[in-house]
């Protein structure tokens, strides 16, 4: 402060001095004015420096003066730096909080008053079917055509969610996608979506779960009912009663077989995965399913089936037992079932080169349209409904070998051809095969 007052009086000073030795009043005056101006030109200077370095303040690059005007521009880089420091802080925490958002779940789109897309993560950009960053400006409307998303806007009631079709693998396949928008600030929207395509599948199954599941006990109690009502009511001749006894014993046992299909479904789906403790010989377990095979043929088939093992080799399998007997039986007795009587069967293990296991069944029976296969492991699926329940299925025999070979880290492989019969093949990863018995 003190060389802010000094400046002009020592300027004012000179000019002085130097007007006073030209031996005139006046220039003495004229010296003193020519000081002052200096003094104001060069004080100008440095105030011109400085405002344009507030025009573009960088804390780092502050020019050098003197006087009060360096202590305005110290105080002032110290403000600048700070603020520089908080705007880099505000930034770092934006990054994070986009980044945030662009790693949800969820699709977010951000809309400005008049429904612009101002920003949208790739989530959103995928179930809605746009570039996040080429679409950016574009008016949202144009970019989702449906016509629920249309009569959304124009109801303007957002306090509920909508679903959509959203872009999918195939045209006749579209995802299906949930959204609501919520306003905020000053009326600017934010659009959250969802892809609820499994939850909505999802529903579905477990609707068709529980009609199949009502339909197939349904029939047989039905049955029951009506035997039951007609042997109260009527007297029946011993040859008719024990007729009618063994067709209700028939249909009992069918809903028995139905709920130990569920309960061993509920069983593998709910308990983990077995582990690799257990190990047992390959041929052990297929004599026992041949043998379960032959006695099911001899009962259900005239004449019996021809049930023969292939040429296997020596191998163990790690894994649980029952599972894998429960798995081998199902497509033992779908064989047998679905195979005319007196025709033949095979079943054997393979040890494959890349060290699997391969567990298979040929029939010769009518074989299964190439449709079909994709759809065999769905609960209740049936090629031939009728043919199903004549041969006492349930509709979950496949279902159960495909939960019982995901639980072994293993798959199950079809293949089929019309008229010339079909090929079930159980497949067991290397790490739980052995070519011998673990001493």
């Known amino acids: 402060m003190i060389r802010r007052?000094?400046?002009?009086?020592?300027?004012?000073?000179?000019?002085?001095?130097?007007?006073w030795t030209q031996d005139a009043a006046t220039w003495t005056y004229a010296g003193a004015l020519l000081g002052a101006v200096a003094w104001g030109v060069f004080d100008a200077v440095r105030a011109a420096r400085l405002l344009a370095w507030l025009n573009k303040p960088d804390a780092s690059r502050a020019p050098r003066l003197s006087g009060v005007w360096n202590e305005i521009i110290e105080r002032t880089r110290k403000l600048v730096k700070k603020l520089e420091k908080k705007a880099s802080n505000s930034d770092a925490r934006l990054e994070d909080f986009l980044s945030a958002i662009q790693?949800?779940?969820?699709?977010?789109?951000?809309?400005?008053?008049?429904?612009?897309?101002?920003?949208?993560?790739?989530?959103?950009?995928?179930?809605?079917?746009?570039?996040?960053?080429?679409?950016?400006?574009?008016?949202?409307?144009?970019?989702?055509?449906?016509?629920?998303?249309?009569?959304?806007?124009a109801e303007a009631d957002f306090?509920?969610?909508?679903?959509?079709?959203?872009?999918?693998?195939?045209?006749?396949?579209?995802?299906?996608?949930?959204?609501?928008?919520?306003?905020?600030?000053?009326?600017?929207?934010?659009?959250?979506?969802?892809?609820?395509?499994?939850?909505?599948?999802?529903?579905?199954?477990?609707?068709?779960?529980?009609?199949?599941?009502?339909?197939?006990?349904?029939?047989?109690?039905?049955?029951?009912?009506?035997?039951?009502?007609?042997?109260?009511?009527?007297?029946?001749?011993?040859?008719?009663?024990?007729?009618?006894?063994?067709?209700?014993?028939?249909?009992?046992?069918?809903?028995?077989?139905?709920?130990?299909?569920?309960?061993?479904?509920?069983?593998?789906?709910?308990?983990?995965?077995?582990?690799?403790?257990?190990?047992?010989?390959?041929?052990?377990?297929?004599?026992?399913?041949?043998?379960?095979?032959?006695?099911?043929?001899?009962?259900?088939?005239?004449?019996?089936?021809?049930?023969?093992?292939?040429?296997?080799e020596e191998i163990w399998i790690s894994g649980a037992k029952t599972e894998l007997l429960s798995a081998m039986s199902n497509l033992m007795s779908n064989a047998v079932r679905y195979t005319p009587p007196g025709r033949k069967i095979s079943a054997g293990w393979t040890h494959r080169e890349d060290g699997s296991a391969e567990f298979h069944v040929r029939d010769t029976g009518p074989g299964i349209a190439a449709e079909h296969i994709p759809r065999l492991t769905e609960r209740f699926y049936r090629v031939d409904r009728s043919r199903s329940r004549e041969t006492g299925g349930t509709g979950l025999g496949l279902a159960i070998v495909k939960h019982v070979v995901q639980r072994h880290g293993g798959q199950l492989d079809v293949t089929s051809e019309l008229g010339k019969g079909s090929t079930f093949m159980l497949v067991i990863p290397a790490s739980r095969v052995r070519a011998r018995s673990r001493r």
Not at 5 to 19: F, T
Not at 179 to 193: A, N, S, W
Request: charged share 20%; glycine share 6%.
């Open 159 to 312: 306090s509920h969610e909508i679903d959509i079709d959203g872009p999918g693998p195939r045209p006749s396949q579209p995802t299906r996608i949930s959204l609501q928008i919520h306003p905020y600030g000053k009326k600017r929207k934010l659009m959250i979506t969802r892809d609820v395509t499994a939850l909505q599948l999802a529903e579905t199954m477990r609707r068709d779960f529980v009609a199949n599941v009502s339909h197939e006990i349904r029939t047989p109690l039905t049955v029951l009912s009506g035997f039951v009502e007609t042997m109260q009511s009527l007297p029946l001749e011993e040859a008719d009663r024990t007729r009618y006894l063994g067709l209700m014993a028939q249909q009992a046992q069918r809903m028995q077989t139905l709920v130990s299909d569920l309960l061993t479904l509920s069983r593998l789906e709910g308990s983990p995965a077995p582990g690799a403790g257990e190990w047992i010989a390959a041929r052990e377990l297929l004599e026992h399913v041949l043998q379960e095979a032959r006695g099911l043929s001899a009962v259900i088939a005239d004449p019996p089936h021809d049930i023969a093992a292939d040429a296997d």
């Open 103 to 153: 790693a949800s779940p969820n699709g977010v789109v951000l809309l400005d008053a008049d429904w612009k897309i101002e920003w949208a993560n790739l989530t959103a950009a995928s179930h809605l079917g746009f570039d996040p960053q080429r679409d950016q400006g574009q008016y949202v409307r144009n970019m989702v055509r449906a016509p629920a998303f249309s009569a959304y806007l």
């Open 5 to 19: 007052v000094l400046e002009p009086v020592i300027l004012v000073s000179l000019g002085a001095v130097w007007g």
